[in-house]
């Protein structure tokens, strides 16, 4: 069973880099395709990217340049990073299972990230 | 960017109610068409994926339908535990794009 677990820092200034990395368990993330998806507090759901067979891209053209996703399969964990972040960047961000052609069958918990002063 | 537009964005419904949310695509995606749960501060849950197959373990009382543009999710009988957000997206083609939900509350 794929089990996913997100952690970050809670709390980030405007301009600055957000960093969420996201620990999976009963799955390498070699395999198969992994989203980043964040949620706006009392908003909808916002499809960031994900990144396959552990190398391969395609994010969001709303957040490309701000955007990377990417692996470290000797931990077996994900990473997303979004660069300049301002006020409208505060969201619950959630990694997942699965990508295009197929469902998002597994999610973590989530993280909330503020950005504020 | 594929539109995904659900209807109603809310409805209230008593417990034995049969309730019906429609999604519409901005043009065809075929059936690359899921639906998720989501309840108040925990993350959402896969129901069904190409636009009818139950995911595991989800209960026969919700079911799918639809391909091409127009697709419906249905609760034969809604139960307590179905209070909760729905939401539609679309992995048809990049960037994925979900509905924008329809909450489901008590009548």
């Known amino acids: 069973q794929v089990q996913l677990q997100e952690s970050g820092p809670g709390l980030v200034k405007p301009s600055e880099t957000l960093s969420v990395t996201c620990s999976v368990s009963?799955?390498?993330?070699?395999?198969?395709?992994w989203s980043w998806i964040r949620q706006p507090p009392w908003k909808g759901l916002e499809w960031i990217g994900y990144?396959?067979?552990?190398?391969?891209?395609n994010y969001n053209p709303s957040l490309k340049s701000r955007v990377t996703i990417s692996v470290d399969k000797s931990k077996n964990q994900l990473s997303l990073k979004l660069s300049s972040v301002t006020a409208a960047d505060t969201a619950v961000y959630y990694c997942?299972?699965?990508?295009?052609?197929?469902?998002?069958?597994?999610w973590g918990q989530g993280t909330l990230v503020t950005v504020s002063p | 960017d594929i539109q995904m537009t659900q209807s109603p964005s809310s409805l209230s419904a008593s417990v034995g109610d049969r309730v019906t949310i429609t999604c519409r695509a901005s043009?065809?995606?075929?059936?690359?068409l899921n639906w998720y749960q989501q309840k108040p501060g925990k993350a959402p849950k896969l129901l069904i994926y190409?636009?009818?197959t139950l995911q595991s373990g989800v209960p026969s009382r919700f079911s799918g339908s639809g391909s091409g543009t127009d697709f419906t999710l249905t609760i034969s009988s809604l139960q307590p535990e179905d209070y909760a957000t729905y939401y539609c997206?679309?992995?048809?083609?990049?960037?994925?794009?979900f509905g924008g939900g329809t909450k489901v509350d008590i009548k």
């Open positions: 997206q679309q992995t048809y083609s990049t960037p994925l794009t």
């Open positions: 190409a636009a009818s």
């Open positions: 990144i396959y067979y552990g190398g391969s891209t």
């Open positions: 043009q065809s995606i075929s059936s690359y």
């Open positions: 997942a299972s699965g990508g295009l052609e197929g469902p998002i069958d597994s």
């Open positions: 009963g799955i390498s993330v070699s395999t198969y395709y």
